[in-house]
C-alpha cells in the first residue's frame, strides 16, 4: 500500500506536462505500479504494440473521466450504499441510468434477452416492414460522385451468383451512410474521373485495425469460484460473478473471457452448463489468425488450462470465430486522420458512422448515437457534421446516464 501511495502521490503532483502516448496518459492517473499491473499487458495484447506507441486518444476514448481518486470514491460509496439499500430492504433497487457513475464503473445496463445481434435482427425486419431492400453476402466497391465530387451519385455493390461467379451493380443513391472501414472507403471513391488526393490516399492507406478471434466453449464447471459477498445480486450467480474476466498474464495469449451466462440465462440451453468465450486479438494473416480452428481450440484450452481456469475434461462443444477490422487503431496514419475527414466531410450527402466508419474506438451507444446525429442531419437538410463527430469527444458520458 505504501508504494502504490507513494506513486500516486507523484502522479498527482508531477503529471507528464504533454501525454503523447498512452504510456503516459496511464501512469497520469493510474501510477506506474498499477499501469504496469492491471492495464499494460492487456492493452498491449490487444494492440500488438506497446502503450508508448499508441496515441492518448485510445485512452480519452474508453477510460475517460477515469482515475485512482474516482475509483476510491465509487468504492466508499458503494460500501454505503450497499449498507442502506439493506437497512431499507432494497438490495436490488439501482438506478438503471447510474448518472452519476464514471464509464468504466457503471456497473448495471440493459442488455437484449438473446445478445446483441437480437438488436440489428429486429432493424431488419423494420427495414424490410419498412419496404427497404438488405444485400446481404455483398460489398461496396465503388463510389461514384459527380464531376465535381460534391456528392455521391451512385456506388458499385459487389455479390456473388447461384454459380460462384462475380457479380457487380450500380446502385443509386441520395444519402450514402457508410459503415465501411475508412480504408475501403476511400479506396472505393478513388477513380479516374475523381482522383482522391495522394496524401489522403498515403493516410488512409496506412490505418490500421486490429482483428478479433473468439473461441466459444461449453464447459460442465469452472475451477475458478464465485467471489461474490453472499446476499448480493451477484452471489446468485451459479458459476463465478463477474461477466468478463481481464487476463493480465503475460505468459499467455489470451486476453479477455466472457460468461455469456451470467449476460443472460437464455444464451444457454443447459443452466447446469457454463458458456464461454475466449477473446483473442491478432492481426489478419499473422500466425494465430492462420492456425487451423481445430489446433487453436486446443490451443486456447490448454491456456484456459495453464491458469487454472477451467480443466480440457470439462469442455463439452466448442466453436471459432473470426472478426476481420474489429478494432481501428490509434497509430499507423491515425495521427493525420484529420486529412481524410477533412476530404470527406465536405461531401454532401456523404456521413461516416459507426467504429469503422470514422475510425473512432465508440461503443455501441455511441455508435448509434452518432447515428442519431446522422438522421437529424437529414431531416434538417443539414450538411454539417460537426455534431456526428463530437459524439463520446465531449467529457459527458452517454451510456446510462440520460
Wanted: proline content about 5%; some cysteine; overall charge neutral.
Amino acid at each position: 500500500m505504501l508504494k502504490i501511495g507513494v506513486s500516486y502521490l507523484k502522479v498527482q503532483l508531477l503529471p507528464a506536462p504533454k501525454e503523447n502516448s498512452l504510456e503516459e496518459y496511464m501512469i497520469n492517473r493510474f501510477a506506474v505500479d498499477l499501469n504496469r499491473t492491471y492495464f499494460r499487458d492487456y492493452t498491449e495484447k490487444v494492440w500488438g504494440v506497446p502503450c508508448s506507441k499508441i496515441s492518448p486518444d485510445w485512452g480519452g476514448q474508453r477510460i475517460k473521466g477515469l482515475s485512482i481518486t474516482k475509483t476510491v470514491i465509487h468504492a466508499v460509496k458503494q460500501i454505503f450504499a450497499g449498507k442502506k439499500k439493506a437497512e431499507s430492504g432494497n438490495a436490488n433497487g439501482a438506478d438503471i441510468r447510474q448518472k452519476d457513475t464514471e464509464t468504466s464503473l457503471i456497473g448495471q445496463f440493459l442488455y437484449p434477452k438473446f445478445g446483441p445481434g437480437q438488436l440489428w435482427e429486429t432493424v431488419a425486419e423494420k427495414v424490410l416492414e419498412l419496404g427497404g431492400e438488405i444485400r446481404m453476402n455483398s460489398k461496396v466497391v465503388g463510389v461514384i460522385r459527380d464531376a465535381q465530387g460534391k456528392t455521391v451519385e451512385s456506388v458499385v455493390v459487389e455479390s456473388r451468383n447461384a454459380g460462384g461467379e462475380s457479380v457487380k451493380e450500380s446502385v443509386p443513391c441520395d444519402y450514402f451512410l457508410s459503415t465501411m472501414p475508412v480504408k475501403e472507403l476511400v479506396a472505393a471513391m478513388d477513380s479516374e474521373k475523381n482522383p482522391v488526393p495522394a496524401e489522403v490516399r498515403r493516410v488512409s492507406d496506412g490505418l490500421v485495425y486490429r482483428d478479433f478471434i473468439t473461441v466459444g466453449l461449453l464447459l460442465d464447471k469452472l475451477e475458478i469460484k464465485n467471489p461474490a459477498k453472499p446476499g448480493t445480486p451477484e452471489s446468485k450467480l451459479k458459476f463465478v460473478a463477474d461477466n468478463w474476466i481481464y487476463v493480465q498474464e503475460s505468459d499467455v495469449k489470451l486476453g479477455r473471457i466472457q460468461i455469456f451466462n451470467n449476460w443472460s440465462p437464455y444464451l444457454v440451453a443447459d443452466p447446469e452448463k457454463v458458456w464461454i468465450g475466449l477473446e483473442y486479438f491478432a492481426t489478419e494473416g499473422d500466425e494465430m489468425w492462420r492456425m487451423p480452428d481445430a489446433d487453436f481450440i486446443k490451443f486456447a484450452i490448454a491456456e484456459l488450462d495453464k491458469i487454472d481456469v477451467a480443466k480440457p475434461e470439462s469442455v463439452r462443444d466448442s466453436v471459432v470465430f473470426h472478426i476481420k477490422k474489429a478494432y481501428p487503431a490509434y497509430f499507423g496514419t491515425y495521427g493525420e486522420f484529420g486529412k481524410v475527414r477533412d476530404y470527406v466531410d465536405p461531401i454532401e450527402n456523404l456521413f461516416l458512422m459507426g467504429r469503422n466508419g470514422m475510425h473512432k474506438y465508440n461503443n455501441m451507444d455511441h455508435s448509434m448515437l452518432a447515428a442519431m446525429e446522422v438522421v437529424k442531419c437529414i431531416r434538417e437538410n443539414s450538411t454539417d457534421k460537426t455534431a456526428l463527430w463530437n459524439v463520446n469527444s465531449e467529457e459527458e458520458y452517454h451510456e446510462g446516464k440520460k
